[in-house]
C-alpha cells in the first residue's frame, strides 16, 4: 500500500503514543471545555433573566422570558456555531488548520467578555446585545468542531485515534459540568449576601437587584478557558499531513513532526507529489461523491437526528427538573435560589449521567468501534425517551420522581456513550485529506440544525409544564433517535485502519501507480516493435 511508501504518512501512523498526543488532546480539548460552558451555561441563566427583564405586576406570576425570546436566547449560539463551522471548515481546507485555529478562540474570548455586558438597561436592548454577541460567540464555537477534530485525528496513530478525538469531545462533558457548578457558586455566594424573599411573600423584591451581576459573570467567565489555552494553540506546528499532502512539501512535515515528536520522517518529495496529484479531486467532483458521497449523507444525518435529541435534553432540562423535584416552584423561592437550583440539578445530571457516558466511549471506542456505538447509544436513547414519552403521568408523580431521574440520566449516558461522541468522530477519519476539515463541517453544522430544531421547536412543547406537550416531545424524540439508528448504515467502521486507507488515498494512488506503469509498458512495448 502507499501508506508503506510514504514514510511520512507511516511514520504518522506507527509512532508510539507520546507527550506530545496528550498535550495536543489538551490543547484542543480546552476548545472543547470552552464550547461546552459557553452554549449550556445560558440554561442556568435563562429564567433568572426572565424573571429580572420580563416581570409583569399584572400577572401576579414570577417574571418569565415569552416563548420566541426564550427561543432566540438559548438558540442564537446555535445558528453562529452553524455557520461557523461552514466557514472555519472551508478555512481549515484551504488555509491549513493552524492558520485560522487560533482565530476561533480570539472570538470566543471577546464574544464571551462582551455577552456580560450591553448598551442600555432597557429589557430589549439587553436582550439585544446578549444575542448579538452569543451568535459571534458561537460563530468562534464552530469553527472548533472541524479544526480540532482534524488536528486531533491527522497527529494521531491509528491505533489510539478514536480514542484521542474522543478524549477532545469528551472536554465538552467537562464545560457541561463546570457550567453547572459556576453557576452554581457564583447564585449560591449572591445568594449568601443578598439572597431576597420568596415570591409569595414579596413579589418585587423576590428578584434581587444583585442579581443582575450574576449572569453577567457566568456568561463572562467562559472567556477565561479560551484565554489561556491561546498561547498553546500558537505554538502547535501545523498537521504533517496537510503540510505533507496538501501543500507538497515533504521536507517541512518532516521538520515539523520531528519537533513534537520523536520520530523520524524521510523527506520523499517525489513520491510524495504522485500522492497529492492522485488524490486532487473536489468535494464536488463525481468522484468524490461515488467514493464518499453516501458515508457524507451518513455522517450528516446521524449527527442532524443526534442533536436534535441531545440538544433538547440540555436546553429543556430547566423545564423538565421542576417534574423531578429537583428544583422548587418558582414562586416560592427567590430568583437567585431559583437560579442556584437550577445550576445545582444541572450539575448532577451532567456529572453523573453526561460525564461518565464520554469516558465510556474513550476507553471502548477502540475495543467496540465506532459503529457498534453508535447502533447502540441511538437504540438505547430511543428506549429510554419512548418509556419516559409513554409513561410520563405515571413518572411526573413525587414517589417516582428517582425513576424518572434515572431515565432521564440514562439517556445523557448513552448519548455520550453512543452517538454525541461518535458522529464527532467519524466524519474526521471518513475523508480525504483536501476535504476533511471541510466535509466534518458540513456534518457538524448538519448536527447544529438538529439543534436549532431542538432549540426553535421541540423547546416549545416542554416551557409550560403541559404534560401532553412534554410527552409529545419525548416520543418524536425517541422517534428521531430510531431514525438515526437506521442511518448508522451508511457510514463504516474505522477503527485499526490508516486514514489513508480509510479515505481510500491510497488506493487512489495506487491506481494512478499501475496506469503510470501500463502506460510506461506500452512505451516499451511500442519502441521493441
Not at 470552552?34 to 435563562?46: E, P, R, W
Not at 420566541?68 to 446555535?78: I, K, Y
Not at 437526528?305 to 427567590?334: E, R
Not at 428517582?402 to 454525541?420: R, S, V
Request: charged residues 15%.
Amino acid at each position: 500500500m502507499a501508506s508503506d511508501n510514504l514514510t511520512v504518512l507511516n511514520a504518522l501512523d506507527t509512532a508510539r503514543t507520546q507527550w506530545y498526543h496528550v498535550t495536543a488532546v489538551v490543547i484542543a480539548g480546552m476548545g472543547f471545555f470552552t464550547d461546552a460552558y459557553d452554549l449550556f451555561c445560558i440554561t442556568t441563566v435563562s429564567k433568572l433573566l426572565g424573571r429580572l427583564y420580563y416581570y409583569d405586576p399584572a400577572t401576579h406570576a414570577p417574571g418569565k422570558l415569552p416563548h420566541s425570546v426564550n427561543n432566540w436566547v438559548t438558540g442564537v449560539a446555535l445558528v453562529g456555531t452553524l455557520t461557523g463551522q461552514l466557514v472555519f471548515g472551508w478555512l481549515g481546507d484551504k488555509l491549513g488548520r493552524k492558520k485560522v485555529y487560533g482565530l476561533t478562540l480570539i472570538l470566543m474570548v471577546i464574544c464571551a467578555l462582551c455577552s456580560g455586558l450591553s448598551f442600555g438597561y432597557s429589557r430589549k436592548v439587553v436582550i439585544g446585545t446578549l444575542c448579538f454577541f452569543r451568535f459571534w460567540l458561537g460563530f468562534g464555537i464552530g469553527g472548533d468542531y472541524p479544526l480540532s477534530a482534524t488536528i486531533m485525528s491527522e497527529y494521531a496513530n491509528k491505533r489510539t485515534r478514536g480514542a484521542f478525538i474522543a478524549a477532545v469531545f469528551a472536554m465538552q462533558g467537562v464545560g457541561i459540568i463546570f457550567a453547572g457548578l459556576v453557576s452554581m457558586i457564583v447564585s449560591k455566594v449572591f445568594l449568601m449576601n443578598f439572597g431576597g424573599k420568596a415570591f409569595t411573600t414579596d413579589e418585587v423584591f423576590s428578584t434581587e437587584p444583585e442579581a443582575d451581576y450574576v449572569w453577567r459573570i457566568v456568561l463572562m467567565l467562559g472567556a477565561l478557558p479560551a484565554l489561556l489555552t491561546y498561547y498553546w494553540r500558537m505554538k502547535m506546528p501545523e498537521t504533517g499531513r496537510y503540510t505533507a499532502i496538501i501543500e507538497g512539501n515533504a521536507k517541512q512535515a518532516a521538520i515539523d513532526m520531528g519537533k513534537v515528536l520523536d520520530i523520524e520522517i524521510q523527506a520523499e518529495g517525489e513520491k510524495l507529489a504522485k500522492f497529492k496529484a492522485a488524490n486532487e479531486y473536489s468535494l464536488l467532483s463525481n468522484e468524490f461523491f461515488m467514493r464518499h458521497g453516501h458515508h457524507l449523507l451518513g455522517t450528516m444525518t446521524t449527527w442532524f437526528l443526534l442533536d436534535i435529541a441531545f440538544y433538547s435534553q440540555n436546553l429543556t432540562q430547566k423545564d423538565i427538573f421542576p417534574t423531578m423535584g429537583l428544583v422548587s416552584n418558582a414562586k416560592n423561592i427567590s430568583a437567585l435560589r431559583e437560579m442556584f437550583e437550577t445550576s445545582r440539578a444541572m450539575f448532577v445530571i451532567a456529572l453523573l449521567g453526561t460525564f461518565p457516558g464520554y469516558w465510556f466511549t474513550v476507553f471502548f471506542i477502540e475495543k467496540i468501534g465506532r459503529f457498534k456505538i453508535q447502533l447502540m447509544g441511538f437504540f438505547m436513547m430511543s428506549v429510554f425517551m419512548a418509556i419516559i414519552g409513554v409513561k410520563y403521568d405515571y413518572l411526573k408523580t413525587k414517589e417516582h420522581k428517582w425513576t424518572f431521574a434515572a431515565l432521564y440520566g440514562l439517556t445523557f449516558f448513552f448519548a455520550n456513550f453512543g452517538p454525541n461522541s461518535t458522529t464527532f468522530v467519524l466524519p474526521a477519519e471518513l475523508f480525504p485529506t483536501r476535504v476533511r476539515s471541510t466535509c466534518h463541517a458540513l456534518s457538524a453544522a448538519s448536527g447544529k440544525a438538529g439543534a436549532m430544531v431542538s432549540a426553535f421547536g421541540v423547546q416549545q412543547y416542554t416551557q409550560d409544564g403541559n404534560v401532553h406537550k412534554i410527552k409529545k416531545a419525548m416520543l418524536f424524540l425517541a422517534f428521531t433517535n430510531m431514525l438515526g439508528f437506521c442511518c448508522t448504515f451508511l457510514v463504516t467502521e474505522t477503527k485499526g485502519r490508516s486514514l489513508e486507507e480509510i479515505s481510500g488515498e491510497d488506493e487512489k494512488q495506487n491506481e494512478t501507480q499501475m496506469k503510470s506503469n501500463r502506460t510506461d509498458s506500452g512505451h516499451q512495448d511500442d519502441g521493441w516493435d
